[in-house]
Each structure stands twice: as C-alpha cells, then as structure tokens.
C-alpha cells in the first residue's frame, strides 16, 4: 500500500464572512474530500467560543492559540477552513503551506461590510481601535502573500462561488 502524502489538501483564508465555512463544506463534497473547520478545532479544544477566548487572552493571546492549533492540524485530502486571523502568525501558515494548497477567497470591502454583524459578538480578532475597514486593509496584503491561488469571488449565488474555486483548482 502507498504510504499517504499530506501535501494534498485545500486551506481556505479569507476575511472573516467571505464564505470559507460555507464554501469550504461545498467544495469538499464535490471534490470527495473531509472538512476541517479550524475555528471549530480552536473551540473543541479550548472549551470556549471565540469570543470567550479572545475575552479572557486578549486578540494576541487568541491569535497564539489560533496558530499554534492550525499548526498541529494534520491532514489528508482535506478542505479546510481557517480563521480569519491564522495569517498574522508566519509559522502557522508555513505548516499549513506545506499542507497544500492555499487559497485566499477574495472580496471587495463593500460585500464584506454587508455580510458581517457584529464584529465581537462573531469572535473577530480586531485590535483596538480599529475598524472593519481597518482590518480588511491590513489583512489584504497578507492573505495575498500567503496565497498560491486568490480567487476574486463572485457576489452571486452559492454556486457561483463553488465553481469559481473548482475552476480556481483546475488551473
């Protein structure tokens, strides 16, 4: 029997409402692969909802927390959701490059902006003082550098963005 490799996978990044859970359920079961929503690994772990942990460590805290379990996930022909934030912690999104393929679900600020309720209520890593607009800003640049594929997402249907990801693969 071949022994697996563990290079084969699909991490999703993205700002936070740009569709990686949903997308990433989609993409899996078309593709014949698991699930791995890390924000529910962090939660399982810890015990906590985001929100809670960012409460009590503070978004620094969280964001440790959030990298060092991304870093221990292991997987095999997985799509797999991460965090928002997983890109501010370089060592996390090293192991998760050497996972497989890293695609960056890209909006425009103003679809974000729409989709989004209340940042701390969902569990946002965001500093103080800044804005969504701040945060999409900051964070751009990041999911694009650690990207081997940036899907400019469609702001249509479900399906619309599903296959603008296969197609994304496919190249």
């Known amino acids: 029997m071949a022994k697996p490799t563990y290079d084969n996978n ?3 990044i993205g700002m936070p409402g740009c569709g990686k859970t949903t997308i990433g359920v989609e993409v899996s079961e078309t593709l014949g692969y698991g699930y791995i929503d890390s924000d529910s690994v962090i939660v399982a772990r810890e015990g906590k909802h985001l929100r809670e942990i960012i409460a009590e460590k503070g978004t620094e805290g969280f964001l440790d927390i959030e990298a060092k379990i991304n870093s221990e996930l292991c997987a095999n022909r997985c799509v797999i959701a991460t ?3 997983v890109i501010y912690r370089d060592y996390a999104m090293q192991k998760l490059k050497t996972m497989g393929k890293i695609v960056y ?4 600020y103003e679809v974000i902006k729409r989709r989004l309720g209340d940042l701390k209520k969902r569990g946002v890593a965001l500093k103080e003082g ?3 607009q701040d945060l999409y800003d900051e964070r751009t640049p990041l999911y694009e550098k650690y990207a081997d594929i940036i899907v400019e997402m469609p702001d ?16």
Do not use: M, P
């Open 10 to 12: 699909i991490i999703l």
């Open 83 to 85: 965090g928002g934030s």
């Open 105 to 108: 679900l890209k909006h425009k």
């Open 130 to 132: 800044f804005t969504l």
């Open 156 to 171: 249509g249907t479900k399906a619309e963005a599903v296959n603008a990801v296969i197609e994304a693969l496919r190249v």
